[in-house]
């Protein structure tokens, strides 16, 4: 008797193990979900977020961007210097060609602006009119094909040190639900820009990451299978 108890109960085990190793919740990676960001046009509440910088190799670090990618439960939130350290290469904000990756599914953000990036003067703000998120390559059907609603953006620009170059920051939230449709079960977020930006693909900080569940129950199946193990000899020997 005491050794069909034992096989029920290592059944069981492994029954919960096959459960939650094909259908693992998800696990928020370790950061706020408030990053006291406020989108004004204004940058300061930057300054202390990680940043990319994001360049081509053929460039010779000559024309490199920066770019900061944050993210939430409920929002993407994204900070572009097109020209951070004041080279005045003058390339300017690229509203098109941006990626957002989950696994094998991709869809594309284009950037509207409000009045288009060359009315833009120095000194000036111009908001963002619209975010569309489009999708041709989404196997596991992931993302919205939609004008994102609820998105709030600025870019601004100044003069580069040479005096006639243009310097364009940009800062951007966006809703996850506005191209995602279920935010909650997101592994991971890739975004990168590889036709206009740089050959750079970030992972989103603070974007949901997965498998943790799995490593745990397999942790523990290891230990049913050795103290199984241990069982079944001492019974032999009994």
């Given at each position: 008797m005491?050794?069909?108890?034992?096989l029920?109960?290592f059944v069981?085990?492994?029954?919960?193990?096959?459960?939650?190793?094909?259908?693992?919740?998800?696990?928020k990676?370790?950061?706020?979900?408030?990053?006291?960001?406020t989108?004004d046009?204004?940058?300061?509440?930057?300054?202390?977020k990680?940043?990319?910088?994001i360049f081509?190799d053929?460039?010779?670090?000559n024309?490199t961007?920066?770019g900061?990618?944050?993210?939430?439960?409920?929002?993407?939130?994204?900070?572009?210097?097109?020209?951070?350290?004041?080279?005045?290469?003058?390339?300017?904000?690229?509203?098109?060609?941006?990626?957002?990756?989950?696994?094998?599914?991709?869809?594309s953000?284009t950037?509207?602006v409000?009045?288009?990036?060359?009315?833009?003067?120095?000194?000036?703000?111009?908001?963002?009119?619209?975010v569309w998120?489009?999708?041709n390559n989404?196997?596991?059907?992931?993302?919205?094909?939609?004008?994102?609603?609820?998105?709030?953006?600025y870019?601004t620009t100044?003069?580069?040190?040479?005096g006639?170059?243009?310097?364009?920051?940009?800062e951007?939230?966006?809703p996850?639900?506005?191209?995602l449709?279920?935010?909650?079960?997101v592994?991971?977020?890739?975004?990168?820009?590889t036709?206009?930006?740089?050959?750079?693909k970030?992972?989103?900080t603070g974007?949901?990451?997965?498998?943790?569940?799995?490593?745990?129950?397999?942790?523990?199946?290891a230990?049913?299978?050795?103290?199984f193990?241990?069982?079944?000899?001492?019974r032999?020997r009994?």
């Open positions: 005491r050794f069909k108890k034992i029920t109960l069981l085990a492994v029954s919960l193990f096959t459960v939650t190793s094909l259908y693992p919740s998800p696990v990676a370790d950061t706020a979900n408030n990053y006291n960001i989108i046009g204004n940058f300061e509440d930057w300054a202390d990680p940043k990319t910088d081509f053929y460039n010779n670090g024309v961007k920066q900061s990618f944050l993210s939430d439960d409920k929002y993407l939130y994204i900070y572009i210097d097109m020209d951070p350290y004041n080279k005045g290469h003058n390339y300017r904000f690229q509203g098109s060609g941006w990626n957002v990756q989950v696994g094998n599914n991709i869809t953000l950037f509207s409000d009045g288009g990036i060359w009315s833009l003067q120095p000194g000036s703000k111009a908001a963002i009119s619209s998120s489009w999708s989404d196997p596991d059907k992931l993302f919205i094909n939609q004008q994102i609603p609820g998105v709030t953006g870019v100044e003069k580069s040190s040479n006639w170059a243009y310097r364009d920051r940009a951007i939230k966006i996850l639900s506005g191209f449709k279920n935010s909650d079960m592994q991971s977020l890739i975004i990168y820009d036709d206009n930006m740089g050959q750079q970030v992972t989103v974007a949901s990451t997965g498998g943790n569940l799995i490593v745990l129950s397999g942790f523990i199946m230990i049913l299978l050795v103290l193990g241990k069982f079944l000899k001492n032999k009994g």
